[in-house]
């Protein structure tokens, strides 16, 4: 197989990018746009005339030129179109997140493996500079123990219909934590509200709890009027700030800490004061992480090795998600991850 | 009685700060410094030489010239140190938090109202020309209905021996949200990590829960490289965010917001859309909120007057802080705002 | 003529993006990039497949499917790349600048005016939005008298070959300054400094000097850390700055200004203060700023109508940069717009 | 002599500062303010009850426990002041600038040589950790050679009735780049602007020419709608952002440079790209500046040694003033420093 054929589904608001990263991409050789509605096709046709665009899955999942399928459709038809593609005996690309629960992602994972074929899910940050870099930080021991992870994720959204905003801004969160700790949550808690009637939550709140003192906290926001895209990684020696909206200075390493004194007038009680240090900006390498993402998925076809963003990385994010929001439903309460019926 | 004699008790952190602002108001006559920590107390009279120190609280309370005191010591002593001040028939104003139980504060608003005396507690940011002019905005219905009320208050700070993040740091948005909204939250849910041992919790986020679809969520901490004293208020018409360590741009005002549109390709569904409008910063007098503060309690004694940060507003915070700590305690379980015994 | 057939000529930086958007744009049918460098070429095929790429710029030139050229060359090579065009009876668009001379200049208007062709030039920011809403408040008088444009547009830019600093980024603000106000500079200052043997100009710094008190400054430099885009208009009413580098709030309007006071002390003197205000920042469309530019060539095209950005306001434009290179190279010595040999 | 007795002369906008930290300096004690103007002396009076204030100054050199005199009134005055003070045998501290001509700091240095006294000017920012810092960088040719100093400090500032804005604000940076580089500038050019009749020039921009390729601009400004204090410095292999609004990220040294590159196209044409690195943050003490002052003028008492800021330096600085101001009024005659008569 010199070039894998791959048909991309859905032609919204990420399958364009998926069309245009495939494209330029000496690995993939681009067969079809699928896609039914009548406005993204004609959209679809305009932006890439040379692209073949169907209405008709299931005769592309006949063609033989197509040896994978990237799906990038309202996470409800995960799934089904997964699993055809799958039993059509296709590579299986899925935007995050791979399934509207765990059961579904389980299945998905149980035919990739008997038939031999890669599953694997777009969680697209694992593929930037700066996720990897802070990763190798944390790796290295650079920051020592890690205290937290606090992240937020606002924006004047569009609200999804079928999804709440947990599943579709804290799930790059969740991803992050799972690719830059080597340990799973425990317990979620989290809170949110709905505002409109008949939708999903478009405000919410979620912290994941740790076998140990480390604790992590998910702000996101379909209502707010600015945009931030910051999360603090706080460790015993240094800090973290990862600001994605910055476009050359994102990732900043803070030589702050805090220090244990003996106090001078109550020399019985320990005083803990805090320590200011210098500040390093490292130079990240401006890929496109899409890009980096469509030549892991070939690797991982030709190569037949376990991506990333493996499905079972993408079950195991999905449990969280199932966690929060049952957690959500019941004002809070820590739901145990992996326990959600 | 021409000027109110008052004496500051406990020359730390604040006690400075209250000091200035008494001896330059024109109401006040700042009669005595009380501190008994050696340093302290020679760092007293370094800076106010012309004000008389004393490590005997007692014998200046017996003062006649003290018609006032001013608590601002560790928030443990703040009951017995405002109990022996309303016996002696003085006025008291007190640091925030006003105690460190609603039992105790209970206890001082009913001696307070008993003998006709003064209880005010130093919310500084009731008297901001910040958090009033978007009181303003509330009140006025520029907003529209509230939907959320969302507060980052982080930093390197020191970490404090007898009260966790939530008493030192959230207190003020606790104290902001009851001086804007109208409501009280019904229930309270917080979450948070000590990470040194023996050490109250330094990391901390809380979110407040009311009788509709409005909800409040605080995030706290003493471990961030970076300051952040920023709030999002969302509202229906128009949004706010309350940047604090802006110079110059505290308060915008975003004429962003939602709308409930038809989809066009799925007539029967209501998607809902953002719309971008202009945004507004409106020139904010540079008035130090102290010296109001200052004036206000002033007034409060002089008119026989309920101060805006009343004993009973005290009172309040103190139940939703101490609510929180319970659901601290308990892996974030709801507690209901004042019934915790 | 439905839709106008139009060839870009050089597929360099900005070549690409002009295809871009003539291709979007339902005025136009691309029907060449003329290219002769293999590198550039061969990108060319490869971004737009279906668009001929052809290295003979004469035989576009005599394809009666032509009816337009969009040159975007080296500036060097405008005037000998136009003058064809025009000969052969082709409307034209040059990037900014015109011409390397006014007189260059001064020859293609005559040659389009005697033929009834439309001459272009793509001075891009007289087609955004916040260059637009700017000239609105000027012009309604919202600023009162303008006092000072000073411009900052500075980055880290590939050093050009053939011409000096000036030329690359200080011709944006004299268009924009063209634009805005209704006077034209009467002199000019410039100074500057090579640093690297043999290569123009990568800093400057350029002053206009008008018949009344209004000032102009434009600093430019290829040689700074960081990039900034900012431009400070100060008004006697309002002051505005514009920094295009902000992705919402580009266009600022402070209701700052100067009071004159008598001076309480000394009341015979005239004392200046200074008044704080409200800060306006309205929201602007995000249409790209080219889509508006090819479609304001069509219409010019269409109608026969003078451009905004005519070969004449291209022309003045290159008579303050004549300008200013010669002042640069007599030490600043101010030097008369337009009366350069 | 154990303590030196100080009169601090003139309360106006920076005489306050200058008695709180003489006053909280070991070394000093304050004995006297010289202040005239009704208003300006009951201010001393309320803020320092415990400092002589005194309109007779003729008295206060009298007094043999005056050892100093601080001189912090408008420039005009400062050569009677300080001759006065020098022939009563005082050392003098003198606010920048030192005087309104090199004649008269002339004069100054000689009269203070003469009589082995100090003669010391406050520039205030030699004493800052920043501009040490840069000028620890410079020194150790980290940043390799220097290519440009550029600074923009603007902001809606008081007009001066008696001086132009170079000499108020420009003056900084004059003092900033002597203290950084080796070499003195050769020539000066200026441009500014009066707006308002009968008061100097608010707005000016200035151009320092050296014997090498280095270049320095400075932009000052009373008329802008925000303020600014940001200098970049260029050099060869580091560059530097001096940002003195920042609380802790003040300066910053980038890696970014540029690169002599042969172009592959055409091989016997040299091409410069640009290289993008790190950035480094350093911390600084936040040690105040004054304060460092303080100590550094004690000392050169003391000591009988020159001061970093010494007379000779502010005649240097005066120098470079005067030429400016003589090219602004020639409409940006290159003027050579130290010529002006």
């Known amino acids: 197989m010199s070039k ?77 179109l997964a699993k055809a593609a799958l039993e059509a005996g296709k590579h299986v690309l899925i935007e995050k997140p791979i399934t509207s629960s765990a059961h579904e992602a389980q299945v998905l994972i149980a035919m990739a493996a008997e038939r031999g074929l890669t599953l694997m899910v777009d969680h697209t940050f694992i593929y930037t500079s700066a996720v990897n870099l ?27 219909a079928d999804v709440n905003v947990l599943w579709d801004l804290a799930v790059h969160d969740v991803s992050i ?16 509200i709905a505002h409109v009637n008949g939708h999903p939550e478009n405000t919410a709140y979620m912290s994941l709890f740790y076998s140990d003192d480390f604790i ?43 220090n244990l004194n003996v106090d001078e007038e109550t020399s019985d009680k320990l005083k803990i004061g805090y320590r200011l240090g210098d500040i390093h900006v490292p130079h990240l390498e401006t890929t496109e992480a899409l890009a980096v993402m469509a030549g892991h998925f070939a690797s991982s076809i030709k190569e037949k090795s376990e991506p990333k963003t493996s499905g079972q990385m993408g079950l195991e994010i999905v449990e969280v998600l199932e966690a929060a929001t049952q957690s959500m439903q019941r004002s809070g309460e820590p739901i145990e991850v992996g326990g959600v019926n």
Not at 135 to 160: A, M, P, V
């Open 4 to 80: 894998i054929g791959i048909a991309v589904v859905g032609f919204g608001y990420w399958g364009p990018n998926l069309v245009r990263n495939f494209r330029a991409s000496p690995e993939f050789d681009v067969r079809f746009i699928v896609e039914s509605k009548p406005n993204a096709q004609a959209n679809a046709r305009t932006r890439f005339p040379e692209v073949e665009t169907s209405a008709d899955y299931d005769a592309v999942l006949a063609d033989d030129g197509v040896h994978a399928v990237a799906i990038a459709t309202p996470t409800a038809t995960h799934f089904p």
């Open 134 to 160: 802070i990763r190798e930080k944390i790796k290295s021991d650079e920051l020592g123990e890690l205290y937290y992870y606090d992240s937020t994720r606002i924006n004047l959204g569009l609200f999804q």
């Open 177 to 192: 934590l799972m690719y830059l700790i080597d340990k799973k949550p425990t317990k979620v808690s989290a809170h949110g």
């Open 216 to 258: 992590a906290h998910i702000n996101v926001n379909w209502l707010s009027p600015i945009k931030t895209r910051q999360t603090l990684i706080g460790g015993e020696k240094k800090m973290i700030v990862f600001n994605d909206l910055e476009p050359t200075e994102k990732v900043k390493i803070y030589e702050n800490g805090i």
